[in-house]
């Protein structure tokens, strides 16, 4: 299975080519220092420190990890690319290119995000139609329908997700984090085998990761607890982001290697 395999080839990379792993564990351990040291955000609400800082620094703070992340995205997907094409002579530009890139995937990902946000609000008008028709029924009836009905619309979303940026990023076009879309279309359940798969790794990942993080925390509980645990939380969930970003690569490159049979006819006329 295509999804199995670009996890499996992801994890292997990953864990023979660490440096893959640093620039997205210091973003994202960055993005959560800022967070624990302003006092906002999901990392410092996680290990419930609260400095006092006004929440004007909130928005700021969310803008430039969201910068950091993206440019991490950037670094991982290139630096694989590198890898595979037997540049790594090349390496020694990355960041700065990286750090260059990050506010280019910042718009493409927010164009990104509108059109999968809508296919998201069609994806869900089954199963709320399945619902609001059922509850009259039974409420245990009609939520199961709507999880039944939503669940593979979810993964399907969740997969084309985890592909879009790294495809992009990748090919350096901009419309092949939209050729994710069809290419995902053709192999509907491939898509949402792996993002259900890459969902799953990344919310046990963040559990255990929070749980690490609130332990730090518990035993100490002033700013030296927050800052270690916030550091711990953020970079594990940068060497998550990691593999994510490389397993999308990994399935794109998969479902685009289409079988003989669908390469177009190039006698067209013949057909008509």
Excluded: C, H
């Excluded at 950091?68 to 094409?85: E, F, M, N, R």
């Excluded at 995000?113 to 245990?140: C, D, H, N, Q, W």
């Amino acid at each position: 299975m295509k999804a199995w395999g670009a996890l499996g080839e992801a994890i292997g990379t990953v864990s023979r080519n660490r440096w893959l792993m640093t620039f997205p564990a210091i973003a994202y351990a960055l993005e959560s220092l800022g967070e624990v040291i302003t006092g906002y955000g999901n990392t410092a609400r996680l290990i419930s420190y609260k400095p006092g800082f006004s929440q004007v620094y909130a928005l700021p703070l969310l803008i430039i990890g969201t910068y950091l992340q993206l440019s991490a995205a950037y670094y991982t997907v290139k630096g694989y690319y590198l890898l595979k094409t037997e540049r790594l002579g090349e390496k020694s530009g990355l960041l700065s290119k990286s750090l260059r890139y990050g506010i280019i995937i910042f718009f493409v990902a927010l164009i990104y995000g509108l059109v999968l946000a809508f296919m998201g609000l069609i994806g869900a008008v089954p199963a709320v139609i399945a619902y609001f028709v059922l509850k009259r029924t039974s409420e245990t009836a009609a939520i199961g329908a709507a999880l039944l009905l939503g669940l593979p619309v979810a993964g399907f979303l969740a997969g084309v997700i985890t592909m879009m940026i790294p495809a992009y990023i990748w090919d350096d076009s901009f419309d092949s984090g939209f050729s994710v879309i069809g290419l995902a279309w053709r192999n509907k359940k491939e898509t949402a085998v792996f993002g259900f798969a890459m969902f799953l790794i990344l919310i046990a990942g963040g559990a255990v990761l929070g749980g690490a993080a609130e332990f730090i925390g518990w035993i100490n509980s002033g700013p030296t607890g927050a800052i270690v645990g916030g550091a711990v939380f953020g970079a594990g969930l940068g060497a998550l982001s990691a593999l994510s970003y490389i397993a999308g690569v990994l399935m794109y490159i998969k479902l685009g290697k289409k079988p003989a049979e669908e390469s177009p006819n190039t006698d067209w006329l013949a057909g008509l």
